[in-house]
């Protein structure tokens, strides 16, 4: 069994691999567009969110901040701490990834797909530049 990260650098690796995944799944959702490809990018794509999520706790936990109660804190945190670039857009993805629960027919998730292939990757790889020079 895997332990949760600890440090806010192990959290950025973490992060930074499963960034990695989630543009591997992009590529091929985009090449094979089938029911279960686009259903490996909703997952990878949750998968990475919620990393980034971790890791901005991470962050604020070693600045002295928080704790937060849900990841719209979080996320209004990150924003005015500059770790985020577009508060609003990851607002959105909070949002969208209730909204478009992986319950749902993929039908109906067309649009998330889309937002997260044109938005929400560049978001996360800006996300991933900011916090990598923060601790450096």
């Not at 857009?89 to 292939?117: G, M, S, T």
Request: hydrophobic share 35%; with cysteine; aromatic share 10%.
């Amino acid at each position: 069994m895997k332990t949760l990260p600890q440090t806010c650098e192990q959290c950025l690796d973490l992060y930074s691999k499963a960034l990695e995944e989630l543009e591997l799944y992009a590529q091929r959702a985009k090449k094979l567009n089938s029911d279960e490809s686009n259903r490996e990018l909703i997952i990878n794509f949750e998968i990475t969110h919620e990393l980034a999520l971790k890791l901005m706790g991470k962050y604020f936990e070693k600045m002295g901040k928080g704790p937060f109660t849900g990841s719209r804190d979080l996320t209004a945190e990150a924003f005015h701490a500059d770790l985020i670039d577009d508060g609003k857009a990851w607002l959105d993805i909070v949002i969208d990834r209730i909204k478009y629960n992986p319950v749902y027919e993929l039908d109906a998730q067309h649009d998330f797909l889309d937002r997260i292939q044109k938005d929400y990757i560049p978001l996360l790889e800006k996300f991933e530049d900011n916090m990598s020079k923060k601790l450096n």
